[in-house]
């Protein structure tokens, strides 16, 4: 069995660059495969999140290889569009194949997708937009089974900004005949990213009035090489670590221009904040204030994947603090665990309440999903005594190397291997 052991109880003090993002990464994996020849994505982040996602597209007929820290993919042989590969059901970003396979072969069947469990997550969203494309559905096996003789560019008005979705549509939309109109997409900076990644490949997607997406389909596309952005959400947890250890931290690599929502909250709750090019200094010893009312939004909102950092951050503030989940409505497991930690915390509905506890208490807790578990090495490192964090795979779904960079801020972590 593994876990990470971590010694908690002491303030952070160091410093840690911020690996590239998985958000911005997944959709542009499903990306590549919309131009024939080789991708190169410069600064892939190495987390079981990717390698599902190249499993796939080997299984699709792609050739993929990194060269160090690149990741290199070749989609010359790509010619199947039926996904049964495993990885498929493991993840929930497998559900991007819809729309490149449809734009580079016009067929793609695939399983349901999974994923973390935070919610019920249909697609519902995703399929709507396609059909209006002229994509039709069937059900096979359990499997969805899209087909399309030819996408129709078109205007989609989305009921809710998903992020998933309007990636989908991008990718579907960049090779349509003619121009898709999405109003009320996400505009989550990955979205930003994948349109980027995408018109540098030859594509022509551009904002209108800052509310509608423009997309006017392209013949063909080239393969390109691209650097993937750093995370915002792994830079976010570690900021939230500073907190919740009152600690002191540099941080290197940071898209600070994305954390917006976060700063203002480390503001109140007493943080100072310096910014000097991509670097962040973060002196968070007076960050002792609970924050009154908090809701997780689509961006610029406050990220929902920063919920349940930011809730073990707040249960050593010095005042109530209530955090309220708009986007998902079950991402609540890890409240429990910190419960075991003596955090006192409530869920009512989708409100998480949060009273000041004197000390966390280290103890064991399971991660049973990619945030919460990330949530609990924040609270193990501010508790009292040892904390075993298992399930660490969840938390290899997403941070690349997570009790590293704790190391190098200072934190007393480690991971075991505990043969059985
Ligand atoms: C993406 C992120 C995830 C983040 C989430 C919200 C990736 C790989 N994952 O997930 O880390 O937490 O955005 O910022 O980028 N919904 C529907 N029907 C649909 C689609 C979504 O009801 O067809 C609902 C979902 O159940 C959820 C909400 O909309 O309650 C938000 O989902 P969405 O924005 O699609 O998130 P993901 O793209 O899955």
Known sequence: MEYIRIKGGIPLRGEAGIQSSKNAALPILAAALLAKGTTVLEKCPRITDVYHMTAIMEELGCRIWWEEENLCIDTSQLSRF????????????????LGSLLGRLGQARLPYPGGCVIGKRPIDIHMEGLKSMGVVFTEQEEKINASV?????????????????TENLLLAAVLAEGTTQIKGGAKEPEVEELSRFLNQMGARIRWKDGETLVIKGVKSLSPVTYQIVPDRIVAGTYLLAAVATRGKITLHNVPWGHLGALEVQLMKMGGRIRVLDHDVIFDASEAVHGLKEVRTLPYPGFPTDLQSQLAAALTLADSPSQIEETVFESRFAAM??????????????????????????GTDVHAGDLRGGAALVVAGLAAQGVTKVTGCEFLERGYSDIVKDIQSLGGRIEKVNQQP
């Open 82 to 97: 039926d996904i049964c590969c495993p990885s498929a059901r493991c993840m929930r970003s497998s559900c991007l194949f």
């Open 149 to 165: 003789s030819r996408l129709e560019g078109c205007r989609i008005q989305l009921s809710y900004p998903s992020v998933g979705a």
């Open 336 to 361: 429990e665990e910190l419960t075991k930690m003596q955090a006192r915390i409530k869920i009512k509905e989708r409100k998480i309440q949060i009273q000041p506890a004197a000390f966390l208490k």
